[in-house]
């Protein structure tokens, strides 16, 4: 138990002598380092924080144009010509266009023709169809007045056939009535004659008497064959009378028959006519009308061709549309040109710059900021310049977010600006005077708060804690935690 005890007590021994000499050598490397560290001393001025990048020269604007016709090149700019506004930058003979041009116009005169053509024949429909429906209204009234007519004459000739048949009935009886009293009044004289003359032969009567009475008896027979003869005439010429009247009266009632008859023939011919000839002048407007619409489609084709050509001569030549420099141009002089391929290329001879900033620094920036420009090949020479746009939409290059700057930049009395010659923008995003700073390399921080490093007498260095403002590349402010005249640490030591 002692020997364990012994042991023990050895092996505290040698880790205190191990530790003690520890300590010893971190002090004396403290110390070394201490003496080794480079110190700042807390110093007052100003602070100016920036975001540097770099740039080009490019065109506030670049236009690349191709030809709507073909044809041969008889005027172009070639590369790095200058310009001005409204100059022609390329042009094609144009004398193809030109024919298809009087070939449009002829056409658009046809379809104008046409036109005023089918207006016409609209017109003279319309005029058709009112007289038609004029025409058929007035013949359906004077069908309608014949129909009427040809049925009264109708019931008029039934009326006077009846009249006429009961007028000649009544003679005929009469004359029947007539003929059949005075035969009567014959035979009674004739029988009363001969009723006398037999008489007088029964009572002797003279020979004279006798004759006389025998005449008269032969007078009376004679009368009566006279009277009977005579009327047996008169029935027959009633009985003729009576049937010419009635066959008269037959004929008479047939023709108004036929011809009422002929007269409705007439009155369905004149409506099938009338409805034919309404419904051909309704079916003629309708044509026409159809006639105008395909008119006025082909007029307007006839128009689009001609401003479609207009378009082909006046895409065979091209004006600049303001001062710039010629970027490319495809064709020379005497060669052919086609549409659909880039004929000339320019850009304005307003310069701006093209930069590209970090996202971390994109966000401190707006427009209308101040930016001091240096071009590589006058770097001596610096140009002032502002921020006009900051594009809202990043660019992602091997994980590096981006976003666009452009700056306009001020070239009174300034170096000649050119297309593409590189640059650098510094631009102040913040700054303050007369502040504490310290080089930003000797704050650390730890658990969310800022510390610096400061040596102390004995060669310890204490940590103390500081609060930070504005900061740049270089320095860093101080607010509070160190006075001026401190010394730090610029490097950290653990």
């Known amino acids: 138990m002692i020997k364990i005890t012994r042991k023990i007590f050895l092996i505290l021994t040698i880790i205190t002598i191990i530790i003690a000499l520890l300590n010893l050598l971190a002090?004396?490397?403290?110390?070394?380092?201490?003496?080794?560290?480079?110190?700042?001393?807390?110093?007052?001025?100003?602070?100016?924080?920036?975001?540097?990048?770099?740039?080009?020269?490019?065109s506030i604007i670049q236009n690349d144009y191709s030809l709507a016709a073909s044809g041969?090149?008889?005027?172009?700019?070639?590369?790095?010509?200058?310009?001005?506004?409204?100059?022609?930058?390329?042009?094609?003979?144009?004398?193809?266009?030109?024919?298809?041009?009087?070939?449009?116009?002829?056409?658009?005169?046809?379809?104008?023709n046409s036109l005023e053509l089918a207006r016409l024949s609209y017109q003279q429909a319309l005029d058709a169809n009112h007289i038609a429906l004029q025409l058929a209204d007035t013949n359906t009234s004077l069908s309608e007045q014949a129909t009427q007519s040809a049925y009264k004459a109708l019931e008029d000739a039934n009326d006077l056939a009846k009249k006429s048949a009961e007028s000649a009935s009544t003679a005929l009886v009469n004359t029947r009535n007539i003929a059949n009293q005075s035969i009567q009044s014959a035979k009674t004289a004739w029988d009363e004659?001969?009723?006398?003359?037999?008489?007088?032969?029964?009572?002797?009567?003279?020979?004279?008497?006798?004759?006389?009475?025998?005449?008269?008896?032969?007078?009376?027979?004679?009368?009566?064959?006279?009277?009977k003869a005579q009327y047996n005439a008169n029935i027959d010429t009633a009985e003729g009378t009576y049937e010419s009247t009635q066959s008269q009266s037959s004929s008479s009632t047939d023709t108004a028959q036929s011809s009422y008859e002929q007269?409705?023939?007439?009155?369905?011919?004149?409506?099938?006519?009338?409805?034919?000839?309404?419904?051909?002048?309704?079916?003629?407007?309708?044509v026409?009308?159809?006639?105008?619409?395909?008119?006025?489609?082909?007029?307007?084709?006839?128009?689009?061709?001609?401003?479609?050509?207009?378009?082909?001569?006046?895409?065979?030549?091209?004006?600049a549309p303001y001062n710039g420099i010629v970027l490319s141009s495809a064709y020379k002089e005497e060669e052919y040109a086609g549409p659909g391929v880039p004929a000339i290329s320019i850009i304005s001879s307003d310069f701006i710059i093209k930069a590209e900033v970090n996202e971390t620094d994109v966000v401190n920036l707006q427009l209308g900021q101040d930016v001091d420009i240096r071009l590589d090949a006058y770097f001596e020479d610096k140009l002032n310049g502002k921020i006009t746009e900051i594009s809202p939409i990043s660019t992602n290059i091997g994980g590096v977010v981006s976003f666009e700057l452009i700056v306009k930049p001020e070239i009174e009395n300034g170096p000649k600006l050119l297309y593409g010659l590189s640059a650098s923008l510094d631009i102040t995003i913040s700054s303050v005077e007369d502040v504490l700073y310290v080089p930003i390399q000797s704050v650390f921080e730890e658990d969310g708060k800022s510390y610096v490093s400061i040596p102390g007498e004995d060669g310890t260095i204490n940590k103390t804690e500081v609060t930070t403002g504005v900061f740049n590349y270089d320095f860093i402010e101080i607010k509070s935690g160190l006075n001026e005249g401190d010394i730090i640490l610029i490097s950290p030591i653990q």
């Open 288 to 319: 026409t009308a159809k006639n105008i619409n395909q008119a006025e489609i082909q007029l307007n084709l006839s128009q689009i061709s001609l401003e479609l050509v207009k378009l082909d001569i006046d895409g065979g030549t091209i004006y």
């Open 263 to 286: 007269s409705l023939l007439n009155q369905s011919s004149t409506y099938w006519s009338n409805l034919s000839s309404t419904q051909s002048a309704a079916s003629q407007i309708e």
């Open 193 to 227: 004659a001969e009723k006398i003359l037999a008489e007088a032969v029964a009572a002797g009567t003279t020979s004279i008497l006798l004759a006389q009475y025998e005449a008269n008896a032969n007078n009376a027979e004679a009368n009566y064959e006279a009277v």
């Open 27 to 58: 002090c004396r490397a403290i110390r070394d380092s201490q003496e080794d560290a480079e110190t700042f001393e807390v110093t007052k001025g100003d602070i100016i924080q920036t975001v540097n990048t770099s740039g080009y020269v490019d």
């Open 72 to 112: 041969k090149v008889i005027y172009t700019l070639e590369k790095g010509d200058t310009f001005s506004k409204s100059d022609m930058l390329i042009e094609i003979d144009s004398s193809r266009q030109e024919l298809l041009i009087t070939q449009a116009e002829e056409n658009l005169n046809i379809a104008e």
